[in-house]
């Protein structure tokens, strides 16, 4: 997805990705996939097609939503979620096989909640906050963190194992994400003469001379 937003952005808001950001963003993708590409990991192309317009899709939203930033993210989100939320509720019922009496246990209610508040509303409406802000390439750039913080939660709370392997992903994805942030660094401005306030007689003279002239 960072990626697409860089291009995207290029075109859409005229915001340009500098060498860093982009050697930064590949060292953290394969940060990503060593964490990600573990065991015998196989997929169809079309579903690697399907991930890669879902991540394009995901890059122009961001960009899109970067134009009009401006606005305030309580009165765009709640119908674009409303919106969404419908569709693919209708999609979902339409395809899918749903197991009513599972969908309506507790747990799955429980899930569904914190889904619904925290992954989406409180989620979305703080990257429209954040767009307000940084630039949608930096943006972009946090969900390269994702695969991290979800090994991370998962080893703390899921009782999941955090080996070498995941570690050394992580320290890419840190190392090429703190690259990408990285300011460029400024050539140093030259000193103000300070012969001028000493001396002004080489900034009056001329001045001077203009009003007398009538020039």
């Known amino acids: 997805m960072p990626f697409f937003i860089f291009g995207f952005a290029h075109v859409m808001v005229g915001e340009r990705a500098t060498r860093a950001t982009i050697i930064g963003a590949l060292l953290a993708l394969g940060g990503v996939a060593v964490i990600s590409l573990a065991g015998d990991a196989r997929a169809g192309v079309i579903y690697v097609l399907a991930a890669l317009v ?11 939503l970067k134009r009009f930033s401006v606005a305030e993210p309580l009165a765009t989100l709640p119908p674009a979620m409303l ?36 992954g989406s509303a409180l989620a979305f409406y703080l990257n429209h906050w954040l767009l307000q802000r940084i630039t949608s390439s930096v943006m972009g750039l946090t969900a390269l963190m994702i695969p991290v913080i979800a090994v991370a939660v998962g080893a703390l709370l899921g009782s999941e194992v955090f080996g070498p392997r995941d570690i050394a992903g992580a320290l890419l994805v840190i190392a090429g994400v703190s690259l990408s942030l990285r300011k460029p660094i400024e050539a140093p401005r030259a000193a103000p003469d300070r012969n001028l306030f000493v001396n002004p007689a080489p900034l009056v003279t001329p001045l001077i001379k203009r009003g007398v002239t009538g020039d």
């Open 54 to 64: 879902a991540s394009a899709s995901s890059g122009y939203s961001n960009v899109y």
């Open 83 to 118: 919106l969404a939320g419908i569709c693919l509720t209708l999609f979902g019922l339409t395809f899918e096989h749903v197991d009513l009496h599972r969908a309506l246990q507790p747990a799955s209610l429980a899930t569904l909640a914190y889904l619904a508040l925290c």
